[in-house]
C-alpha cells in the first residue's frame, strides 16, 4: 500500500512539473564589437613632403641669415632625422645628428651611434635644431663652403662629404637624390628672391621643330620625370622647361626632349 501510494506520488510531481508553464530566460542582445580604425601609414613620399612642409620656412630663413642654401638644410634634415621620426629627433628635436662635443652647453640625450651610448644636444624646439645645425657649419673646418654659389647645391652636398659631416661615402649623393626628387632647391629660389615671374599669356606662336640632333624620350611604364633625369644626366626642372611641362605628370607613349 505504502509503495502503491508513493509511486502515485511520483506520478503526480511528474505531471504538474510537464504541465507548469515555463519561463523564458531573457538575455540581453550583445552589442557588437567595432572593430578601432587603423591609421593610414604614410607613405616615403609623404613623409618626406610633410617634413618639408613643416619645416621649409625654417630653413629659408636660416639662408637669409647664415647663407646656408635651404636645399642642403632641408636634405640633410630629412636624412639625419628620417623625416622627423627618427628616436632622436623625436626625444630630443635633433634633426641633425649633432653631438654634444666639448664646447656644448646645454642639455643632452645618450643615443646609439658610431659607438654606443653617444652623447647627442637636446632642444626644446626643433627651430633650435635648425639654428644650431646653421651655425655647427660656421666652424673653421666648414668655411670653404661659403665659397660656393649659394644655390650650388651639389658644391655644398659633396662639400660636407668632404669636410667629415658624416661618415656614408654616398652622403653627398643622397643628399643630391633628395633635394631633385622633392625638388627642394626651389626652397633656394625663393630664399634668394629668384621667383620666377608668372609669363602672360600672348597669341599662340608655333612651336620650332626640334632640331635633328635632339635626343628624344618616348616615355614607357614606369617612367617618371626624376628617372630620366638620372638616366640622361640632367635635372627635373630643366626636363620641364625643354617640353613646356607645368607638373610632373607625364604620360605613356609621349615624346620628351632631353638635351
Known amino acids: 500500500m505504502n509503495s502503491k501510494l508513493t509511486l502515485l506520488s511520483c506520478f503526480l510531481l511528474v505531471f504538474f512539473a510537464a504541465c507548469s508553464p515555463r ?3 531573457y538575455r540581453a542582445p550583445q552589442k557588437a564589437s567595432i572593430p578601432e580604425k587603423k591609421k593610414k ?14 619645416h621649409g620656412e625654417t630653413a ?41 662635443h666639448s664646447e656644448w652647453k646645454g642639455k643632452r640625450v645618450y643615443h646609439h651611434d658610431d659607438r654606443r651610448n653617444e652623447c647627442f644636444r637636446k632642444y626644446k624646439h626643433p627651430r633650435e635644431s635648425f639654428r644650431d645645425h ?16 649659394i644655390t650650388d647645391y651639389k ?21 643630391i637624390d633628395l633635394i631633385e ?3 627642394l ?31 628624344v624620350h618616348i616615355i614607357k611604364k614606369g617612367d617618371t620625370l626624376y628617372s630620366l633625369a638620372r638616366r640622361y644626366n640632367t635635372s627635373v626642372e630643366k626636363l620641364k622647361r625643354l617640353n613646356n611641362l607645368h607638373s ?12
Open 23 to 25: 519561463k523564458e530566460i
Open 41 to 54: 601609414k604614410l607613405s616615403y613620399s609623404q613623409k618626406v613632403r610633410a617634413y618639408v612642409n613643416q
Open 60 to 100: 629659408m630663413q636660416e639662408m637669409r641669415l647664415h647663407k646656408i642654401p635651404a636645399s642642403i638644410t632641408l636634405a640633410q634634415g630629412i636624412l639625419e632625422s628620417a623625416s622627423g621620426q627618427s628616436e632622436l629627433a623625436r626625444r630630443s628635436n635633433n634633426h641633425f645628428g649633432i653631438k654634444c
Open 134 to 149: 646653421s651655425l655647427f657649419l660656421k666652424k673653421k673646418r666648414y668655411a670653404f663652403l661659403f665659397r660656393y654659389s
Open 155 to 175: 658644391a655644398w652636398a659633396k662639400g660636407l662629404r668632404k669636410a667629415g659631416y658624416a661618415t656614408d661615402r654616398r652622403y653627398s649623393q643622397k643628399l
Open 181 to 183: 626628387r622633392f625638388e
Open 185 to 215: 632647391h626651389r626652397y633656394d629660389r625663393r630664399a634668394a628672391g629668384k621667383r620666377r615671374k608668372a609669363t602672360k599669356k600672348s597669341k599662340r606662336k608655333t612651336v620650332a621643330k626640334a632640331p635633328s640632333t635632339a635626343k
Open 248 to 259: 610632373n605628370n607625364i604620360s605613356i607613349g609621349q615624346r620628351l626632349k632631353v638635351n
